[in-house]
């Protein structure tokens, strides 16, 4: 114990002094917060997630054939490519928030109606049911997705603002699902985050520059595929659960995230360990079992914040988690791992799927090109 | 169960305590970002504005008169004690997400319906109606107002949860409202933030430190007193007025917050200037003149946050301001002004107050005391 805190005091003291160094100079971070826009695939996915995000779907109006989409696509490309810069947008009304850029990232995607629109074959479909689902269908659906993400709040409301106002003369707003996760500089990069249930969220992902990632993330033309989820987390509930009872349903220690076979988050899970009556010390029904893959090209990338909107009256939260996710292929990927979820995860007592959308992600483009451009012209 | 329980109680505390030791960079960090919670005033105030707020009113319960008001205090306080120094509360269901404390701060505020009752005489009073107000029921008065501030949005929701819990056999949630400036190290200490509108905010807040701002913002015992009030923002027409037309209604440049009669933000506006047709500079009825307060003992210590929450189908904004001040005397200071202001601010076009409360702000308090000791004792 004594070795542990030596340890952690001598490591965080090197920590704090690179977030110390690195907080200060705002306008010179600002130089540094930019995220590139052009590129063979689009930014905010194997982006280091930032700290604030609105995902915001569209409905396209009836009179919006291809013509009318590529002229809309072409708009808030350009949009993206400046607002991304820390520039203000063409016809910005508030150019005074355009910077800092804050590390935002503007990415789109295609719904299947939007392939319908325009008879062409959608690279995907809606999801199956599953059992646990009660999808209410204000959170659920969309023809055109824009997921916005930034390390400030304000850089994201004033993004949200131009792209929205300019892509309204071809559609309508659909949904908007905002969500956090810890604000930057409170952690250091690549550390798992906690989601609102107190979990550590994320651990199995595929890390950015690996083959792994290129595999299980990209399709081999830049394009790749989002799921977006609503999980509504039934606190009041979760809350009356104790330690050992939250723990034995996810299988991880909580105050770690370590597999209950294990010491570290890093751990593998021994799956086939055992207890002292016989019983496997991961339960056959924990989450980490159910949602584990063992082929790496199989996994999925969570992309997940979290949201916190109105309490009830009687001080009951509205609090869960968007769930994005980002692999190759939704169905040979996501769509099993949800199936064994649904099947018989210890979690679905506490979580509840409200809503479920699909997208297709156009690959990135380069200076002179525009987003969508090879599906739309 | 029993046991199981107990177990998971003890469970719990070694879990915080390894948490302390096993998150170095953020126990660490965590020195530099404790706001001290104990002192003659409480703290929320003359802080530094933080990233994230959520301001919290309740209604009372019938039943919860004074002994339970106490109760229901001595346990709040000790939360906020806690928690602000990045320690889980009490009865922490998710002690993992107690630290980082982010320059967590709570602060507690006695509505009029307070001390009515505990039949005892209220500093505060309702504010009088006002020509703009269009003031919705769901966003207005309150008995028991917190105001919940922090850089990160995970612990502000975390300290939220706590904190309702905590209240909801003594009281149910009238309305919560939450809000943001820009995130911690994206501008400097201290530089004024702008709001949604684009506008510079806050440039005549008198400075913490001087005594110009202990005679506006405390008064000799140590309390103060509280305005929230919602303002919505007309975006659609803002947009629509020009750069120009935006200036004239303000009083300043948009650019660089200067007074139409400086250069620089901090210029002092000259009201007297006239133009080349012998109009003044600075409008009769611009923003900055109606605002204006000569006598520095009369100023009012805005505490301001955007919001900024769904869009309509449409593509319009629900967003504005989370207008807080803190001043010595509601009725003396911000009264006089905001009549001013409603009588004849040309930016009344574009905004639109539809909530308003008003609390006073007991002392604080020290480590064995409680806020609100001395009215509730």
Redesign the interface.
Known sequence: MAE??R???????V??GV??L???A??Q?AAETVVPFHGPRQAGIATEPQ??AVF?AFDLREDTDKDALARMMRLLTDDARRLTQGRPALAD?????AS?A?RLTVTFGFGPGLYARIKAPSPVKVLPKFSVDKLDKKWTGGDLLVQICA????TV??A??MI??D??SFA???W?QRG?????????AG?TQ?N???QMDGTGNPKPGTPEFDLAVWRPDGTTQLVVRRIKAE?ET??AA????KEFTIGR????GAPLTGTKETDAPDFAAKGAHGFPVISEYAHIRRAHVGDPSLRILRRVY?Y?E??????H?D?GLIFASYQADIERQFTPIQKQLAEADLLNEWITPIGSAVFAIPKGCDEKGWIGQEVLS
Chains 1, 2 share one sequence.
């Open positions: 542990l805190s340890r952690g005091l001598l490591t965080g003291g920590a704090a977030v110390a690195a907080r200060p705002a306008a971070a700290a604030h915001v009304t508030e150019p005074e928030l800092p804050a390390d400030d709040p304000l409301a004033h949200l603002r929205v106002k892509a309204r309508t707003v659909r908007t956090f996760r810890r604000a930057a500089g409170t952690q250091s550390q906690r609102v249930m107190g606190l979760w809350d104790d330690v050992v009872a220690k909580l105050s770690t979290n916190d109105g309490v009830t009256s009687q001080g939260a609090s």
